[in-house]
C-alpha cells in the first residue's frame, strides 16, 4: 500500500514540474522596451512567431504527458481502493478465525467438563441405586429423584454452525 502511494505521490510530483514548465513556456518572451529599436521590436516578433509553432507543440506534448499521468494516477487510486477493501476483509477474516479458535477452546473445556459431570452424575445414580432400597425403608420415601431428565451441556459443529445441546445422563 506504502509502494503505491509513494508512486503516486511521484506522479503527482512530475506532473507539477510538467505544470511549471508550461507555465514557464507560455509566458510571453517578447521583450518590448522603449529604448529598443524599431528593428529589434520587429525581429523580436518575428522570432517568437517562428518559435511559435514549436512552442504550441511542445505544449501539446506536455498536456498529454499531464494527462496520461493523471491517468495512471487514476489506476493507482483505483487499485489502492480496491486494495484496502480486500485488506480489511482479510484483516476480518484473520480475526474471524483467532476468535473460532478461542471459542474452540471453550467449547472443548465445555465438552470435557460435560463429560465429567455426566461421569459423576452416574457414580451418583448408582450409589443411589445402592441406597433407596434402605432409604425407603426407614424414610418412606426416595433417596434422590429426577435422574432421567439430568441433561448436561454439550457443543458439536458440522463445520460451519456450532450448536450447544443438552446429552441426557
Known amino acids: 500500500m506504502e509502494q503505491i502511494q509513494d508512486e503516486m505521490a511521484a506522479l503527482n510530483s512530475q506532473i507539477q514540474v510538467l505544470l511549471q514548465e508550461r507555465a514557464a513556456l507560455t509566458i510571453n ?68 478465525e483467532e476468535a473460532k479458535e478461542v471459542a474452540q477452546v471453550h467449547a472443548q473445556r465445555i465438552n470435557q467438563l460435560a463429560a465429567e459431570l455426566a461421569a459423576e452424575v452416574r457414580f451418583l445414580k448408582a450409589c443411589a441405586n445402592q441406597l433407596s432400597p434402605m432409604y425407603w425403608q426407614i424414610y418412606y420415601k426416595p433417596f434422590i429423584t429426577g435422574f432421567k431428565t439430568i441433561s448436561v451441556p454439550y457443543v458439536r459443529s458440522d463445520g460451519e454452525v456450532w450448536t450447544i445441546v443438552n446429552r441426557i445422563v
Open 29 to 96: 518572451n517578447v521583450i518590448s522596451g522603449e529604448n529598443d529599436s524599431p528593428q529589434a521590436m520587429v525581429e523580436a516578433y518575428r522570432r517568437q512567431a517562428r518559435e511559435n509553432a514549436q512552442l504550441s507543440v511542445e505544449l501539446q506534448g506536455i498536456d498529454a504527458a499531464i494527462a496520461a499521468l493523471e491517468a495512471q494516477i487514476k489506476q493507482k487510486q483505483t487499485k489502492l481502493v480496491r486494495w484496502q477493501g480486500e485488506s480489511k476483509q482479510l484483516i476480518q477474516q484473520q480475526q474471524l
